[in-house]
């Protein structure tokens, strides 16, 4: 690799180059974010060849609009809502439901009773069968929230709706979520729930 795209230079380095059209700045950014932008668009769709071919998408569109990007230090962000509307995109065209696989949920300790880690695989199991219970909208709100971790700032402004859209969408996800986890009502201290921030309250 040229020593200019080495990875200890900064996005926006390379993406004022690969604005210029310099083709291994370009895949250097590739190489750097593929693997987040597939893992948000394997959690949406649940299918990863839909996802895979997401990202091609994904980055097929950030080359086209890359010079049009006037301010290089946003690309993270910018590089975000593309992935989050492209993903969406897929969805609709598809006429997909939004799930959730939780990969990334956090494993249980080394050190943990083989109980406690059976019993948030059991949790984990119900978490996504109640995720895929959801409405849509509301799907893709909590998931872009709590397993995501975007704002509700950010959420609008990639969905293209208000802000109190966000917000109510959000509230009224986890309420269905923590009403269809009741019988784990008493793992509320669980990693799962503490991380997704839907727990049982």
């Known amino acids: 690799m040229d020593e200019r795209t080495s990875k200890q230079e900064p996005d926006d380095a390379l993406v004022e180059r690969a604005a210029r059209g310099d083709a291994p700045s370009f895949d250097e950014l590739v190489e750097r ?15 990863r060849d839909e ?15 890359l010079p049009r990007l006037s301010d290089r230090s946003r690309f993270g962000p910018w590089l975000r ?5 492209t993903t969406l995109s897929f969805l609709e065209k598809k006429g997909r ?16 009773r083989p109980d406690h880690a059976a019993s948030d695989r059991e949790l984990g199991e119900a978490i996504r069968a109640a995720l895929g219970k959801l409405p849509a909208d509301q799907r ?10 975007l704002s509700y700032e950010e959420i609008a402004d990639v969905c293209a709706i208000p ?3 966000v917000m109510s969408r959000i509230h009224y996800g986890r309420k269905k979520l923590r009403d269809m986890l ?11 729930f503490r991380t997704t921030g839907f727990g049982v309250r």
């Open 182 to 192: 009741r019988s784990f009502q008493g793992e509320g201290n669980s990693p799962l």
């Open 33 to 47: 974010h593929k693997d987040g932008v597939y893992r948000t668009a394997a959690r949406i769709l649940r299918d």
């Open 51 to 65: 996802a895979f071919d997401a990202v091609q998408e994904v980055f097929l569109r950030v080359y086209r609009a």
């Open 81 to 85: 809502k593309i992935a989050v509307r």
């Open 140 to 149: 893709t709100a909590v998931i872009l929230c709590d397993i995501e971790g």
């Open 97 to 112: 439901h939004v799930s959730q696989s939780l990969e990334s949920a956090p494993e249980a300790a080394s050190n943990e």
């Open 163 to 165: 802000k109190g859209t």
